[in-house]
């Protein structure tokens, strides 16, 4: 198994299936990959927000991908042309091949591509193939990371750590402390000028504070699982 990080938020796992998480490709500085490269069988979409939303509606058209997501921006989809599972925070659902998803609290705003507001933004916990793995989506660091997200029992988490619109570097130590992880994976920093971050002095800081991996990938890489 493995993971790929696609730049800004755009993770892909690939196990027995293919996960992608917000597939922010078109317009992002720091993507990795051309949206008609990817062949997920998942497109997890944590929310409304363009560099999270991204190319999911092009993917998913051409792939048949099944979408994944909270329920109003699911309807979004719907209108779209896109038979998206919409979802709510708490749920969990497993698919026929095994698959499992479960939607996650977060503390961000989520809008439509039109600007309008948009439900709640989430994350995800989601098992494949024997690993259980949380990406945060964008989010400010909350307690219930703890009490709803740690019980899990967490292989892999990727977290925000650009700060301004999301947590920064400190209060993503704080979450790994809480989430209780066996890797972390940050995303959502560099991408742009205002989430200027040092990924490697936050490894260090990790590493420190809990017994934890922190895995490093620049945009593009990929490690094994
Ligand atoms: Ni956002
Ligand atoms: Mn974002």
Known sequence: MQMRFLGHACVEVCGSKRIL??????????????????APDYILVTHG?????????????????????????GRWFDGQGIDALGMNIGGSYIFADGFRVKVMPAWHSSQLPDGSP???AV????????????HAGDTGLFGDMKAVIAPHGIDVAFL?????YTMGPDDALIAAEWL???KYVPIHYNTFPLLQQDPQAFKA??????DAECVVLAPGEAAEL
């Open 49 to 73: 927000h363009g560099d999270h939303l991204g190319d999911a509606v092009e993917i998913a058209k051409r792939t048949g991908a099944q979408v994944i997501t909270m329920v109003e921006l």
């Open 123 to 134: 994350g995800f916990v989601f098992w494949l193939d024997g690993m259980c793995f949380y």
């Open 21 to 38: 998480i917000d597939p922010y490709l078109t317009g992002n500085p720091a993507a990795a990959a051309a949206p008609g490269e990817l």
């Open 205 to 210: 800081a990790l590493e420190e504070r809990t």
């Open 118 to 120: 948009c439900g709640l």
């Open 180 to 182: 209780g992880a066996r």
């Open 160 to 164: 925000p750590i650009g700060d301004f």
